[in-house]
Nanobody, 125 residues
Framework: VQLQASGGGLVQPGGSLRLSCAAS????????VTWFRQAPGKERKGVSCISSSGDNSYTIDSVKGRFTVSRDNAKNTVYLEMANLKPEDTAVYYC???????????????????WGQGTQVTVSS
């Protein structure tokens, strides 16, 4: 039972990446999935979350309009599309999942039952 985050890499400013968070051993369709990032020397911070159905999502202001969270429950995967990347987006990106209790999600940091291992995103020329 695990989550696996992938899709990170080195990209130039203004470039794009799509991160994936795939579940194995359980189905994600009952879970809220939240994306976090942690830059060197800084605390882990929530970036975006999406409800189990995909009907509700939330993205922090600093990346709104550039990052889009989505999910494909048939593929048991949640995505984070990142466009117009900036050097300050450089971080290790993690996904986490928790049972959807209903209502809107917020990308809050707490002890989620499932965490992905993280994928490095580096934005540099």
């Amino acid at each position: 039972v695990q989550l696996q985050a992938s899709g990170g890499g080195l990209v130039q400013p203004g470039g794009s990446l799509r991160l994936s968070c795939a579940a194995s051993g359980f189905t994600l369709d009952s879970y809220v999935v939240t994306w976090f990032r942690q830059a060197p020397g800084k605390e882990r911070k929530g970036v975006s979350c999406i409800s189990s159905s995909g009907d509700n999502s939330y993205t922090i202001d600093s990346v709104k309009g550039r990052f889009t969270v989505s999910r494909d429950n048939a593929k048991n995967t949640v995505y984070l599309e990142m466009a117009n990347l900036k050097p300050e987006d450089t971080a290790v990106y993690y996904c986490a999942a928790d049972v959807d209790s209903g209502g809107a999600c917020l990308p809050l940091l707490y002890d989620y039952p499932y965490w992905g291992q993280g994928t490095q995103v580096t934005v540099s020329s």
